[in-house]
């Protein structure tokens, strides 16, 4: 180690020549006053040493630093905040309107199922009518038709012709006591307990139909009911507004009398049918499914007494009849057309199952901000957060049996139980532009909202034109 200190020696001399009187250290303005002297490498090296103050520096730099990101952090939070609020307020609103539609077409399609089965119940009740009148009819005529068969084969001998033709008639009835009588008998005996509670399905379509009716009359009280209780959930400056994006001259469409727009009250897409509405399904039901005492030995046993025809001449006009009658009272979607039912699967057949929601959250007083003067841009510091959300009933199940380009025409969607599962969901906002030009008092309360804070490129523009 002692060649060390011979170095450190070596250096010490000639920095005595630079140490001011009030320091032992050599100072800069030592250095200066003896500028003309000629300082060797070995002698300037140890002055970059000293590094006093450094830390000052960098202390001011990541003041100013954090400082700013403080007030980022600050503005963004102020900012954001009363605009998350103000989503999360049209998204709840908007959610819950779709969901109360898609209970309402639940609903529709069970009671339009149920109402189908007590059609067909009845219609079953007819035909077992029909059986019970018909058979014993049919075998009276066949005993006629084997009489007037004996005495046709007795050649018209007055005497020999009546005793052949009671004969005939005789083996006649001798045949339909010993073959189709006892099935005729437990036929009625199966029937006979159940036919009552038959008869008494046939006034139940209607009562459906009035249920119904006052079901679909009460889900746009009940949408509003909805969006006052979300309006006091999120605090009283929260302001929602829904809307459909469909014309109001649609049907079920409440038109604003003042206005000529919509009143904001949110229907199901659900309309009465027509004479052929309830028919494919209605019919379906009965010749396809309740078709039991056609298709059994007991039935087709009675051939001469035609139960089986008995049983399609009373239930078809009866099941024929009721789909007719019942057809314009019962409820259908608004994407049925007479006897066929199409799904919502294009943009505008989808607005009456859709619904847009706009919630505005204001301040009494605007949002303090911090150093906003300090960012490029500035942050907007509007006294109104609005928000937009959009949302509609569908049927999953749908989706698994329609392709891209052809939906089936079949009337299942609102008359089956696989049909009772429509639900809600939130969706891209693609009806907004409809749902401004037809609400004209969503687009007058949101346009200077819309305009202050700056959302004034994109579609925005073409929404709230008139």
């Known amino acids: 180690m002692g060649w060390i200190t011979n170095i450190i020696d070596r250096f010490q001399p000639p920095l005595r020549r630079f140490r001011d ?48 990101a403080t007030a980022l952090v600050y503005n963004t939070g102020q900012t954001l905040g009363p605009k998350l609020k103000a989503q999360a307020a049209a998204d709840v609103a908007a959610y819950n309107s779709s969901v109360i539609m898609s209970r309402a077409i639940n609903l529709t399609a069970q009671t ?37 068969a004996g005495v046709a084969a007795a050649g018209g001998v007055p005497i020999v012709s009546q005793a052949v033709g009671a004969a005939f008639a005789a083996a006649a009835v001798i045949y339909i006591i010993a073959v189709e009588l006892p099935p005729y008998i437990e036929f009625i005996t199966a029937t006979a307990p159940s036919l009552v509670d038959a008869f008494d399905t ?21 949408i509003e009911d909805q969006r006052k209780i979300t309006e006091e959930a999120f605090g009283p400056g929260m302001s929602i507004r829904l809307s459909q994006p469909i014309s109001s001259g649609d049907s079920g469409v409440a038109v604003d009398d003042a206005t000529g727009g919509n009143t904001g009250l949110i229907s199901a897409p659900l309309q009465t049918g027509n004479l052929l509405s309830a028919a494919p399904w209605f019919n379906l039901r009965f010749l396809l499914v309740d078709t039991g005492w056609p298709r059994s030995q007991t039935l087709r046993s009675i051939v001469e007494g035609k139960a089986v025809t008995c049983w399609w001449v009373g239930g078809v006009p009866t099941i024929e009849a009721l789909s ?109 532009g409809d749902a401004f030009s037809e609400d004209s008092t969503m687009r007058d309360q949101y346009k200077d909202t819309i305009l202050q804070q700056g959302d004034v490129s994109g579609r925005i523009p073409k929404l709230i034109k008139h």
């Not at 379509?205 to 746009?220: C, E, M, R």
């Not at 052809?406 to 891209?428: D, E, F, K, Q, V």
């Open 21 to 68: 009187e009030e320091d032992a250290r050599p100072s800069v303005a030592a250095l200066i006053r003896h500028a003309g002297t000629t300082l060797p490498s070995r002698v300037v090296a140890p002055i970059h040493r000293n590094d006093r103050g450094v830390v000052s520096i960098f202390f001011l730099l990541m003041f100013f630093t954090f400082f700013n």
């Open 112 to 148: 339009n199922y149920a109402a189908v089965r007590n059609a067909s119940a009845f219609s079953c009740a007819i035909a077992t009518v029909a059986v019970y009148v018909g058979v014993p009819i049919n075998w009276l005529l066949y005993i006629k038709r084997q009489f007037d």
């Open 324 to 432: 007719l009658f019942y057809g314009p009272q019962l409820h259908v979607l608004t994407t049925q057309w007479g006897p066929l039912e199409f799904a919502a699967d294009n943009d505008d057949d989808r607005k009456a199952f859709s619904v847009v929601a706009t919630a505005t959250e204001e301040n009494e007083s605007k949002r303090q901000l911090f150093l906003n003067y300090w960012f490029k841009y500035g942050i907007n510091n509007a006294r109104e957060t609005v928000a937009y959300a959009q949302a509609e009933t569908y049927l999953g199940i749908d989706s698994s049996i329609s392709s891209a380009a052809y939906s089936p025409p079949i009337p299942w969607r609102a008359w089956t139980p696989p049909g009772a599962n429509w639900a809600g969901r939130l969706t891209r906002a693609n009806h907004f």
């Open 202 to 222: 046939f006034g139940r379509p209607g009562d459906l139909a009035d249920f119904q009716k006052g079901l679909i009359a009460a889900i746009p009280q009940m």
